[in-house]
């Protein structure tokens, strides 16, 4: 009698602070191939809801919940909700491993890494590093050790890719006892940055110096050579650099001691202001997100806008210095991927470097990798979308199959 044959699949989850998102990828012909993703939102609301998708975009499954019943809902109960849904929609595969996005690894999880309680718990000791993340980003892998021990589980770490920076984009100006503590820069969306760098090659890039900017709801800018991280705008924790959806990004150190000293204002009401206040929602009183502030004829709303990208403009010479030159800047992410008008804007800061923008290639960019500038122009303007799931799974088989990146 002939078996049928079985295909193996791995699990990606990215958990935030009120939602958990999931894809799955079969690895049948040794390509990873998505075929179910989906999410749960406004966990601990009044209102929490699941979706589930096929790639086409068919609902394959979807509930609401309300009142008491989503406010009991938790990470731990949406992760357990979560893999048993996985578990009678498996088309035929069988689930080998489960990849975690985890923002910060610190000094020692510079790669990603097999997560069993020991190293829960070390990853455990970053929360006051990431405070809006990582705690978040754990709590699911908890929750899987807890009712299935057995299945490999692997962390995959926003941190990681940018450990190839030189210790003087790393440091801080801040005495030894401070700095040996682990307070220098790290970096974060390195699984983007990670993802990009690998189809770099395919656009004549691979040995190019390059500056991604990854803008999303969070935003950062990473200067790569030959597809390494050099520099990066986000450094200790992922408030530095940029103004983001509701992250201030950098401020002069001196306005939170004014704000300490004239205004009162104790550590926990700082995180707030800089995490969740400002930003394009602070700046606009408006709100985080960019197709809001775009179509708002406010004056706040432009002046949002206009703050983000000037700071762009600026940080690309910055990382444009760090690298001693550039050949290429890449847009990425939900603001990067999406909107003509910060592309045009980011590009007008960076004409003095060279770079002439295609007006209509941006205006009307083509799906997936797409050149922004012109033939001519010195330095090139890209767009390619992002995939940080895909690098997660990538990962999580390297890992289980303990093949060499
Ligand atoms: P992400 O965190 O990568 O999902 O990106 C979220 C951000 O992308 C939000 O600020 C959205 O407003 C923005 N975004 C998504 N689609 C568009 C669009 N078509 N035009 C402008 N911004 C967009």
């Known amino acids: 009698m002939r078996r049928r ?20 990828f079969a690895d049948e012909t040794r390509q990873l191939e998505l075929f179910l993703k989906g999410q749960i939102e406004g966990l601990r609301t009044d209102n ?20 008491p019943e989503a406010g009991a809902f ?10 048993a849904f996985i578990n ?4 035929g595969h069988v689930v080998e491993a489960v990849g975690h996005r985890i923002v910060h690894g610190g000094g020692d999880f510079t790669a990603p ?14 929360v006051p590093l990431a405070p809006l993340h990582q705690a978040h980003n754990l709590a699911p892998a908890r929750s899987i050790l807890a009712t299935t021990p057995g299945l490999f589980q692997v962390g995959c770490f926003d941190t990681a890719f940018h450990a190839t920076q030189p210790p003087l984009a790393q440091a801080f100006a801040l005495p030894a006892e401070i700095t040996d503590r682990g307070v220098r820069r790290y970096g974060f969306h390195g699984l983007s940055y990670e993802y990009i760098a690998s189809q770099l090659p395919t656009l004549g890039l691979g040995d190019a110096k390059v500056i991604v900017a990854h803008l999303g709801n969070g935003a950062s800018l990473c200067a790569m050579d030959h597809g390494r991280s050099m520099a990066s705008t986000m450094g200790f924790t992922a408030v530095e650099g940029l103004p983001m959806g509701t992250r201030s990004g950098t401020l002069d150190p001196g306005v939170l001691l004014y704000l300490m000293d004239e205004m009162h204002m104790g550590p926990r009401d700082l995180e707030k202001l800089l995490y969740q206040r400002s930003g394009l929602l602070g700046v606009s009183g408006i709100s985080s997100d960019m197709r809001t502030l775009e179509t708002s004829g406010e004056p706040r709303a432009r002046l949002a806008v ?21 050949d290429a800047l890449v847009f990425t992410a939900g603001i990067g991927e999406n909107s003509a008008g910060v592309r045009a804007a980011v590009c007008g800061h960076a004409a003095w470097l060279g770079l002439e923008m295609d007006d209509g290639a941006n205006a009307h960019p083509q799906p997936g990798a797409h050149r922004l500038s012109t033939p001519s122009s010195r330095v090139s303007a890209w767009i390619v979308p992002t995939d940080e799931e895909l690098m997660i799974a990538r990962h999580t088989r390297r890992l289980l199959t303990g093949a060499t990146p």
């Open 5 to 24: 044959k079985i295909s193996n699949a791995i699990i990606v989850i990215n958990a935030g602070s009120s939602s958990i998102k999931f894809s799955l």
């Open 74 to 83: 938790d990470h731990d109960a949406a992760t357990r909700f979560l893999m």
């Open 48 to 67: 929490a809801h699941f979706i589930a998708r096929h790639p086409a975009g068919d609902v394959v499954g979807e509930r609401h919940w309300t009142g």
């Open 306 to 326: 206009d703050l983000f990208t000037y700071r762009i403009g600026r940080e690309i010479g910055s990382l444009a210095a760090a690298m001693g030159g550039l």
């Open 88 to 91: 009678t929609h498996l088309e």
């Open 113 to 126: 890494a097999a997560l069993n309680a020991a190293a829960l718990d070390r990853l455990a000791t970053l």
